[in-house]
């Protein structure tokens, strides 16, 4: 466990505020909306075996050539998201695409997660590069499934990706994961990916429905029958089978600047700061190594949405003008503008409680003071009534031993949607609405 400690009180700026010192709130202004768009859609992109996925294409409706941003999608590319950001990078000089994956939406071909997803996006990237109002530069954008394709497409080593922009990236199985198996929340993503649209899965009963045994006919308690489930569920140890979704021990292929975004709430929040510290380390060239940028923020998956998580508030610095940074950033990696982005500090982070953004110059923090904790007790840790703690100094040989009845049907509650939503509620409230079960092991700090 890390204990940040000597931790600077940060300089206050004539507003007020604390986060003025953080890059993040640059005063140099991006480049600015200039051009009208122009939309193209259903556009039909040729793949290396015949099948053509769908793309709608935002670009700028002006002679020349401009950089190009990929985003890939399980799901649906035609939506309010979609056209915000398509129609915000193409009116700031960008071409801005948005693609169906294979098997979804309106591309061509059967959807089976991940698998063919690399092979595709090099294929992809590459026929754009090609068009006659491209550059040849591209960079690739999005988060979760979104952001794991992208790692394994850079894999692949297409010639004319430039720059990725990542966020709430999961990590390779068996990392967020105490055992290859998919958790039973993934059984509601199945649902909602099954077929080539969106599946409605609100009104489906999903806590009734992951209390199922066996985990392998889960997807039968949903209404339906997932192969990739029951695939999934078939591999619980760390084979071959789940090599295609590995992308963390080889970040030494991986020759490009990366910016990673995600909250500390995001429940795949693992991954972004171990690809960060994994590309530092790791990347094949210095320029790639010093092209890393990290930010982290006071939010769950859906990064940068709302300064409230539950009942906290983080304050009005906790959502930023992350459209206008991520501009900034393409600007200076895709146009080589020299706004100042490469002399900046590569670490932004939220602090929680005292509610404002430092920078930093490395992740983990140097100054990090690595300390172990131990859970101890006279026996009793069971609820919040019994005598657990968490301590610095380790237990004797002869404290007692805790003791408690694992039941699978009767696990502890979770208090998160019961959607697969990906959100990691606060611990406070989890352990003030459960810590009274018997069974639930308890230590106080």
């Given amino acids: ?3 940040l400690g000597d931790t600077p009180q940060p300089s206050v700026a004539s507003n007020g505020s604390p986060s003025s010192r953080s890059s993040l709130f640059s005063n140099r202004d991006p480049s600015r909306p200039v051009y009208p768009v122009r939309h193209e859609f259903n556009v039909r992109v040729p793949m290396r075996d015949g099948i053509t996925l ?49 098997g979804r939406g309106d591309s061509e071909g059967e959807f089976v997660p991940y698998r063919n997803d690399a092979r595709d996006g090099y294929d992809a990237i590459e026929w754009l590069a090609s068009q006659p109002w491209s550059t040849g530069d591209v960079a690739t954008w999005g988060g979760s499934y979104l952001g794991r394709i992208q790692w394994l497409t850079a894999l692949e080593k297409p ?57 392998l006919t889960m997807d039968e308690a949903a209404g339906f029958v997932s192969r990739h489930w029951r695939e999934d569920c078939a591999h619980p140890t760390l084979d071959e089978w789940w090599e295609p979704l590995r992308y963390q021990h080889r970040f030494h292929e991986i020759d490009l600047p990366v910016l990673h975004v995600s909250g500390w709430y995001d429940d795949e ?21 010093r092209g890393q940028k990290l930010i982290m923020g006071p939010w769950g998956h859906q990064v940068n949405a709302s300064r409230k ?8 610095d906790a959502v930023i003008d992350l459209d206008g940074y991520e501009l900034r950033w393409l600007d200076y990696w895709l146009k080589g503008i020299d706004n100042g982005i490469g002399d900046e500090p590569p670490v932004s982070l939220f602090i929680m409680g005292a509610n404002y953004w430092r920078d930093e110059y490395e992740w983990p923090l140097a100054r990090t003071q690595w300390t ?29 031993p805790d003791v408690y009845l694992y039941d699978p049907a009767r696990p502890v509650p979770f208090i998160t949607d019961p959607l697969c939503r990906f959100e990691i509620p606060l611990w406070s409230t989890l352990a003030t609405a459960h810590a009274g079960r018997p069974g639930m092991a308890t230590a106080e700090c």
């Avoid at 539950?310 to 009005?316: S, T």
Wanted: charged share 20%; aromatic share 14%.
């Fill in 309 to 316: 998580l539950g009942e906290v508030d983080f304050g009005p």
């Fill in 372 to 400: 172990k904790f131990y859970l101890r007790s006279g026996g009793r840790a069971n609820s919040r009534f019994g005598d657990g703690v968490l301590s610095i100094e380790p237990p004797a040989t002869d404290e007692p």
């Fill in 1 to 3: 466990m890390a204990w």
């Fill in 159 to 215: 010639p004319h990706l430039k720059a990725m922009i990542v966020h709430v990236t999961p990590s390779d199985p068996y990392v967020e994961w105490p055992t290859g198996t998919p958790g039973p929340m993934h059984v509601c993503w199945n649902r909602m990916t099954d077929g080539r649209v969106l599946q409605y899965v609100d009104k489906i009963d999903w806590m009734k429905v992951y209390e199922h045994m066996p985990l």
């Fill in 54 to 102: 769908s793309a709608d294409i935002y670009r700028p409706d002006a002679p020349g050539r401009f950089p190009v941003v990929l985003a890939r999608t399980p799901y649906n590319k035609n939506s309010q998201r979609a056209w915000h950001y398509g129609n915000f990078f193409a009116k700031h000089g960008y071409v801005f695409v948005w693609m169906d994956v294979r």
């Fill in 269 to 289: 929040q693992i991954g972004t700061p171990l690809n960060f510290a994994g590309m530092v380390r790791q990347a094949p060239s210095e320029r790639a190594r």
